[in-house]
């Protein structure tokens, strides 16, 4: 996808630094944070939504959850974090490229 803003910041067209990065997913912090830890978790292929995902994706998205994982354990808020898909423009999804939300960071829990 050409004009997809995900898609370039992948490529590297965007700079950006990575959290982390494997051979499915990239992992960045959101520009605008909703969180003391906001990171949004991306496969590199481009996926519009989660809606276009079938059984043939099973292991892509177990991939990403456990990516959360990772992550959370890498940012020290493995005891409790949210995870948040918005799923097409509906869900209120502003990036039509598939993305988890990682969000966390929070003393004694949620406010
Ligand atoms: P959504 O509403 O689920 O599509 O969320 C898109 C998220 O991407 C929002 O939380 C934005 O703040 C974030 N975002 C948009 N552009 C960038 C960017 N260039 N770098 C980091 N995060 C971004
Ligand atoms: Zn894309």
């Known amino acids: 996808m050409n004009d997809c803003i995900f898609c370039k910041i ?3 067209e965007i ?4 959290i982390y990065e494997d051979e499915k997913v990239v992992v960045f912090a959101d520009i605008k944070p909703s ?3 906001h ?6 292929k481009h996926i519009a939504k989660l809606q276009d995902l079938g059984d043939n994706n099973k ?3 177990g991939h990403i959850l456990l990516t959360a994982n990772k992550v959370a354990e890498m940012k020290n808020i493995k005891k409790g974090f949210k995870i948040v898909i918005n799923c097409g423009p509906d869900g209120g999804q502003k990036v039509p490229h598939l993305h988890v939300h990682l969000l966390g960071g929070w003393r004694g829990g949620v406010k």
Do not use: N
Request: aromatic letters at 6%; zero cysteines; hydrophobic letters at 55%.
């Open 10 to 12: 992948i490529k590297g």
């Open 35 to 37: 969180a003391p830890v």
């Open 15 to 18: 700079p950006k630094d990575f």
């Open 39 to 44: 990171l949004l978790i991306i496969p590199k």
């Open 59 to 61: 292991e892509l998205l």
